[in-house]
Nanobody, 127 residues
């Protein structure tokens, strides 16, 4: 069973940085990709960044390109999201997620394509 535990959230001022971590257990060679998502109050959950487990190719939603970096340490089974130049509109609960084993990852970051979710970590950016 896949278990995901996020950490690293907090409160920062605009322009600041945070690094989120996601400790993953139960993720095997059959997991093709992982992703980061966020959900602000009153809004739908949206994909932020994704990464292919083999090869390391990454993809991002336009609003975070150039500011956020997703990475994966396979030896530590840990997914990261480095967030720089944070803006108030980045304020949200952030979740990491993984698809079902052997599911093909399309390169998009749609919540419906992911089956396993962490409990989330809150990021608050003040102006």
């Amino acid at each position: 069973q896949v278990q995901l535990v996020e950490s690293g959230g907090g409160s920062v001022q605009a322009g600041g940085s945070l690094r989120l971590s996601c400790a993953a257990s139960g993720v095997t060679y059959s997991t093709n990709c992982m992703g980061w998502f966020r959900q602000a109050p009153g809004k739908e959950r949206e994909g932020v960044a994704g990464i292919y487990v083999r090869g390391g190719s990454t993809y991002y939603v336009d609003s975070v390109k150039g500011r956020f970096t997703i990475s994966l340490d396979n030896a530590k089974n840990t997914l990261y999201l480095q967030m720089n130049s944070l803006k108030p509109e980045d304020t949200a609960m952030y979740y990491c997620a993984a698809p079902l084993p052997w599911d093909i990852c399309s390169g998009s970051i749609k919540p419906a394509d992911f089956a396993y979710w962490g409990q989330g970590t809150q990021v608050t950016v003040s102006s």
